[in-house]
């Protein structure tokens, strides 16, 4: 089986939209990522989407933990978000942890791999850029992901990747994590004919 390393999927069809909520939600508070051995410079969270145990609990664990739940929630910052929640509404997929992912000017993600989050496992996860520049370099397996404001990619993020921002203004992403499924299987699998 020829396994995908990422796919661009579709366009979000209210991209500056999403970039008007961005805005607001800029002035939540953001959470610096935990993992830090895995990054240098600012890397930091908005969670929108958590497993329904964690909707009350610390904002670290609607961010950051890893949950076998069946039942997910949003949170008041995107239910205050009415674009974010029909963008991701409009996915045919069953969806997980929803969050915004801001790497700051100079920062850098270091080569990892998230075990098991990939369609061939079941779990993928998506990354729309709401906020990017061509200076943001984004690599899985060892290619890069030539991504663009607004544009919906699935990521094999069992495969090791990295990032480096190299630019002078923060990438922003929205990074969904949800079930894989038939929608979503032929979504891929037309993207890569296409690519």
Sequence with gaps: MDICSFALLTQAPN???LQQELT??????????????????????LALRCAEEYRVAH???????ISAATDWD????LESSPALQQFIQSLACP????????????AEIKPHRDQGLSLEQGEARLHLPIQTHAQLHFYVD?????????ELWYINADQTHWVANKGVDAR???????????????LIHDAKIKA
């Design 142 to 150: 060892d290619k890069r992901v030539p991504m663009q404001a607004g």
């Design 172 to 186: 922003i992403n929205l990074v969904i994590d949800c079930e894989v499924n038939s929608w979503l299987k032929e």
């Design 95 to 106: 969806v997980k942890s929803v969050r915004l992912m801001r790497l700051h000017a100079g």
């Design 24 to 45: 607001t939600l800029l002035r939540h508070e953001w959470l610096p990522h935990i993992n830090q051995r895995d990054y240098q410079g600012g890397w930091d969270v």
């Design 74 to 77: 949003n949170l008041p910052s």
């Design 15 to 17: 991209i500056t939209s």
């Design 59 to 65: 904002p670290i664990l609607q961010a950051f933990s």
